[in-house]
């Protein structure tokens, strides 16, 4: 069966609308019943077609495939139209600690955490974990079993960053611009 490319990006677009994982190409390609090639061109196609017409979407590469997220140009007016911007300020500095240490030493045990900071993290951990922004990663096979934790691909789309080396380009671009300065 051969299958014409703008069908491919419309199947394409109502899976990453749908979708609460990431877009995997290649179960997508078994599915259509096309090479792997040719869903990823209409991917990267798509993504470079919603750039150039300036869309309220776009669509972005995560580690394990790809995502539709909200255009970060737009992202005032939608915390506006649906006051988010409460949710964010509820952002604690304990929790930017936290969050820093689990997006940058992470996977990372709670004692970890706590061992860095040198206070107790337990509730801040679970704040992070009922906003989404991160998730317990596994067990550590040791005595106790302790959480690790990581953060969720929320963390990197309300970032606009596809994975923790863009997060650690764009901290190391900040830290030469403040030395130039």
């Known amino acids: 069966m051969v299958m014409e490319a703008a069908k491919i990006k419309s199947v394409v677009e109502s899976i990453l609308f749908l979708a609460a994982e990431p877009l995997d190409v290649q179960k997508l390609a078994k599915i259509l019943g096309v090479e792997y090639q ?9 993504k470079q077609e919603y ?3 300036n869309r309220g979407f776009l669509i972005t590469e995560q580690e394990n495939g790809y995502v539709l997220v909200t255009n970060p140009e737009n992202s005032g007016y ?3 139209y649906f006051d988010l911007e409460q949710k964010y300020v509820s952002l604690s500095q304990a929790a930017y600690e936290v969050l820093s240490i689990v997006a940058l ?9 706590e061992k860095i900071r040198g206070v107790s993290s337990e509730n801040v951990i679970k704040s992070l974990i009922e ?21 969720t691909s929320l963390f990197y ?9 863009e997060l650690k380009e764009k901290i190391l671009k900040i830290q030469q611009e ?3 300065n």
């Open 38 to 46: 040719e869903v990823k061109n209409c991917v990267e196609q798509l």
């Open 157 to 165: 789309t309300s970032l606009g960053i596809k994975d923790i080396d």
């Open 105 to 113: 030493k992470g996977p990372i045990t709670r004692q970890e955490i």
């Open 131 to 151: 906003k989404g922004l991160i998730r317990e990663a596994g067990r550590l096979d040791t005595i106790g079993k302790p959480a690790v934790y990581e953060v």
């Open 78 to 80: 939608i915390r506006e």
């Open 178 to 180: 403040d030395t130039s």
């Open 51 to 53: 750039l150039q017409q």
